[in-house]
């Protein structure tokens, strides 16, 4: 998680301050964000309008893009570690972080039921592309204030990954972010979005809204 961090400073990611080691513990000394997480924002507003729910998915992936730069696999993308600073969200807890190499295959079991990827659930080997996966599940629920897969067992939750997303004809979002989605909870990782492709999308939306 140390070296995480000290790899990946940016205002989207939680900056650590100072690291104190004792005989028996080793302590960080983190950010101060008063404001909370985004879980906690979402249990007070339910959900977000698309506008707002899209500006903050933006600064999600703008540090998703500092951690991916650096080689660097969160693991554990949900709203209850993307801290909040005023109007700045920002990636936060890397205890199940791991540093990556292109093209390298992961097999640890590591995450949130809710928002892991389904290679992840199903025991196979995966890449970073499990990130892009659970950041669609952050946008979905900021959107539409529950989870994009909710059921009580995992292989419910494979099962129901694998049928594909469904969605409402929500008037409120629009089809391009809908398209998104889609593309970002994809189950089988060779067809899901890359990041990079997170990132076109969105600098159109942004194009967009200004014309």
């Known amino acids: 998680e140390i070296s995480c961090l000290r790899k990946c400073s940016h205002e989207n990611v939680v900056k650590l301050i100072d690291v104190m080691k004792t005989k028996s513990n080793l302590y960080l000394f983190m950010e101060y964000c008063p404001e909370g997480n985004l879980q906690e924002l979402l249990e007070k507003t339910g959900k977000l309008k698309e506008e707002e729910a899209v500006a903050y998915f933006g600064q999600i992936i703008k540090g998703l893009q500092v951690l991916s730069a650096a080689g660097v696999v969160h693991r554990d993308l949900k709203p209850a570690n993307i801290l909040i600073k005023g109007k700045t969200l920002k990636i ?33 080997h995966y890449t970073d592309k499990v990130d892009v996966y659970s950041a669609g599940t952050i946008l979905y629920q900021m ?27 929500h008037t409120h979002i629009s089809k391009g972010v809908k398209k998104l989605l889609t593309k970002m909870l994809e189950a089988d990782p060779e067809v899901r979005i890359t990041l990079g492709g997170v990132i076109d999308f969105l600098s159109e939306y942004v194009e967009q809204k200004r014309e």
């Open 92 to 124: 936060a807890d890397f205890g199940l972080a791991k540093k990556y190499f292109n093209g390298q295959m992961l097999n640890s079991y590591k995450g949130t039921p809710l928002h892991m990827a389904p290679e992840i659930l199903l025991g196979r």
């Open 143 to 169: 959107l539409f204030g529950t989870y994009p897969f909710l059921a009580c067992t995992e292989e419910e939750i494979v099962k129901q990954i694998k049928n594909g997303l469904r969605m409402k004809s």
